[in-house]
């Protein structure tokens, strides 16, 4: 079973920043394209919120998050880190680690296999 471990999670202030981690077993994090979905409070809806090809070369971010968000791959701790600005209230959310062999089936999270259990971001003063 593959665990995705995220990390960075917690309470942050409107306007705050919060970096969260994701670390993955070594032959995921080298094969796979891995990213982050999250789901907001009473919401059945998983939001994309970025995603990054295997080695880096090609990184998705939804475009309403565009120049708040960014992802990046940290290869000598296998750790994809999505560091996120200027937070808002409706930024809070579960947010979940995720790994796939293509970048392109992060347009349908039913087809992702590898989950990480989530970690929640609280925005709010």
């Known amino acids: 079973q593959v665990q995705l471990v995220e990390s960075g999670g917690g309470f942050v202030q409107p306007g705050g920043s919060l970096r969260l981690s994701c670390t993955a077993p070594e032959h995921i994090f080298t094969l796979y394209a891995m990213g982050w979905f999250r789901q907001a409070p009473g919401s059945a809806d998983r939001e994309f919120v970025a995603a990054t090809s295997w080695n880096g070369d090609q990184t998705n971010i939804n475009d309403v998050l565009q120049g708040r968000f960014s992802l990046s791959r940290d290869s000598a701790k296998n750790t994809v880190n999505l560091q996120m600005t200027s937070l808002k209230p409706e930024d809070t959310a579960v947010y979940f680690c995720?790994?796939?062999?293509?970048?392109?089936?992060?347009?349908?999270?039913?087809?992702?296999?590898?989950w990480g259990k989530g970690t929640l971001v609280n925005v709010s003063s």
């Open positions: 995720v790994a796939d062999p293509r970048l392109g089936d992060f347009l349908y999270p039913n087809n992702v296999p590898y």
